[in-house]
Structures are given as structure tokens and as C-alpha cells.
């Protein structure tokens, strides 16, 4: 099957790409599209849904959205859903380095990465996955692999940041991999009905 990915991250679709490798991932981009939502939601899975649902509108055809972020409880849950916007309009490693002051002097460096894939099938068709991957934020940025917060975010129980990963490694136990794994099994279980 074909999903339309509501998404302009890269590494967000690489790793969908990764993961499903039964589904043929698009961007809006792959198919001329130009395609930009206004992420006003309280929840990621508002935002996730919102994203799937206005490009469903626009083609008619099967899409997905992801919503995701890190959540860090000792900044009352920032960035959260607003992860792509903490600091404003800098640069990744700026916001990484934004919030690593954020948390200096903080005991508690835990945080929880979050990850809402919604999947609009039809009108009334929908698929909803949330997942999680706890862990710590370190003290300095390590690894240029990945994306995003990738750099300072390591998962509890492994020895490196999912940016000194590779791919699989961190698919094996991120919020994304997790999540889409999940929704692998479904959309795989009857593929011609969940085209329908
Ligand atoms: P789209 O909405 O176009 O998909 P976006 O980057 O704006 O792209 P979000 O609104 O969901 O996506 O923001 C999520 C931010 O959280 C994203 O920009 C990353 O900085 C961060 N993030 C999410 N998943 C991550 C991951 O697996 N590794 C590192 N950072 C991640």
C-alpha cells in the first residue's frame, strides 16, 4: 500500500521508510505538493491527526502524520508538542544547547520521547498510535547521527545517544519504531480492506 506522509522532516521519513518497508512512503513533495499546517494543538496526538487529516483533504488518498517530541518532566513538560519550535527560529543545535542550559543544575535529567503517528484511511477511517521511549538527557551533545534532540538524548539502558547509533539501533527501541511497529501489524493484517 501507499501512505502519503504529512511531513516535511527528513529524518522522520527515513525512518518510517525504515520501518515499513511493505508500505510505500510519499511526501507531499514526491508527489508536487506543497503542503504546510499550522500545529496548534494541545496534544501530539491533535497535532498528528490535524497533519493527516488536512492532507487527506487535499488528495483523498491514504496519509499519516507523526507527531512527536521530548518530554522533560524538571521543565514542567517542555518542549513537548512544541519541540520543533523551543527557542524560536534557530538552529537544531542551538535548541539542543538551549535546553541543556534549561536543565543545568536540574537533579532530575530524565525525559520521555514521544511519538503520535495518526493514519487517515478514509473520511472515517482512522489509526492512532502513541508510543514512548524513556530515557535521560546528558550533559553534552554526542553523535551525529539522527536528528533533532538525537544528540542529547540517551535511552535508559544503552550506552550511547541515539545520535551515536545507527538507524536500526535506534529503531529497535525508539518511540517511532515502536509506534509504527504497532501499526505495521495492522496495516499489514488486511492490507486490501485498510485500502478501502
Ligand atoms: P513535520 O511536522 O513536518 O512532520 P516537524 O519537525 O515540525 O516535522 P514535529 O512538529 O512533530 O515535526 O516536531 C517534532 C520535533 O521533535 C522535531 O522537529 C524534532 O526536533 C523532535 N523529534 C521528534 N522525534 C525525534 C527523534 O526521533 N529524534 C530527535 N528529535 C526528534
Same mark, same amino acid.
Given at each position: #500500500?501507499?501512505? !502519503? !506522509?504529512? %511531513?516535511?522532516?527528513?529524518?522522520?521519513?527515513?525512518?518510517?521508510?525504515?520501518?515499513?518497508?511493505?508500505?510505500?512512503? /510519499?511526501?507531499?513533495?514526491?508527489?508536487?505538493?506543497?503542503?504546510?499546517?499550522?500545529?496548534? @494543538?494541545? $496534544?501530539?496526538?491533535?497535532?498528528?491527526?490535524?497533519?493527516?487529516?488536512?492532507?487527506?483533504? #487535499? $488528495?483523498?488518498?491514504?496519509?499519516?502524520?507523526?507527531?512527536? @517530541?521530548?518530554?522533560?518532566?524538571?521543565?514542567?513538560?517542555?518542549? @513537548?508538542?512544541?519541540?520543533?519550535?523551543?527557542?524560536?527560529?534557530?538552529?537544531?543545535?542551538?535548541?539542543?544547547?538551549? !535546553?541543556?542550559?534549561?536543565?543545568?543544575?536540574?537533579?532530575?535529567? %530524565?525525559?520521555?520521547?514521544?511519538?503520535?503517528?495518526?493514519?487517515?484511511?478514509?473520511?472515517?477511517? /482512522?489509526?492512532?498510535?502513541?508510543?514512548?521511549?524513556?530515557?535521560?538527557?546528558?550533559?553534552?551533545?554526542?553523535?551525529?547521527?539522527?536528528? @533533532?534532540?538525537?544528540?542529547?538524548?540517551?535511552?535508559?539502558?544503552?550506552?550511547? $545517544?541515539?545520535?551515536? #547509533?545507527?538507524? %536500526?539501533?535506534?529503531?529497535?527501541? %525508539?518511540?517511532?519504531?515502536?509506534?509504527?511497529?504497532?501499526?505495521?501489524?495492522? !496495516?499489514?493484517?488486511?492490507?486490501?480492506?485498510?485500502?478501502?
Amino acid at each position: #500500500m501507499t501512505l !502519503l !506522509l504529512a %511531513s516535511t522532516n527528513a529524518g522522520k521519513v527515513r525512518e518510517f521508510r525504515r520501518v515499513l518497508p511493505e508500505v510505500q512512503v /510519499l511526501t507531499p513533495r514526491d508527489r508536487g505538493l506543497t503542503y504546510s499546517y499550522d500545529e496548534r @494543538g494541545a $496534544t501530539f496526538a491533535d497535532n498528528a491527526l490535524g497533519k493527516a487529516r488536512h492532507l487527506f483533504a #487535499m $488528495t483523498g488518498t491514504a496519509t499519516a502524520a507523526d507527531d512527536s @517530541g521530548l518530554v522533560v518532566p524538571a521543565l514542567g513538560g517542555a518542549p @513537548g508538542v512544541r519541540s520543533a519550535r523551543y527557542g524560536g527560529d534557530i538552529t537544531q543545535r542551538r535548541r539542543n544547547l538551549l !535546553l541543556l542550559d534549561a536543565l543545568a543544575g536540574a537533579a532530575d535529567r %530524565s525525559a520521555l520521547f514521544v511519538c503520535c503517528v495518526a493514519v487517515v484511511l478514509a473520511e472515517q477511517r /482512522l489509526l492512532i498510535v502513541q508510543e514512548t521511549v524513556a530515557g535521560t538527557v546528558v550533559r553534552a551533545p554526542r553523535g551525529d547521527g539522527g536528528f @533533532g534532540y538525537d544528540p542529547i538524548f540517551q535511552p535508559h539502558g544503552a550506552g550511547a $545517544t541515539f545520535a551515536q #547509533m545507527d538507524g %536500526s539501533a535506534k529503531d529497535a527501541i %525508539s518511540h517511532r519504531g515502536r509506534a509504527l511497529r504497532r501499526l505495521r501489524q495492522v !496495516l499489514l493484517e488486511a492490507p486490501a480492506a485498510a485500502q478501502r
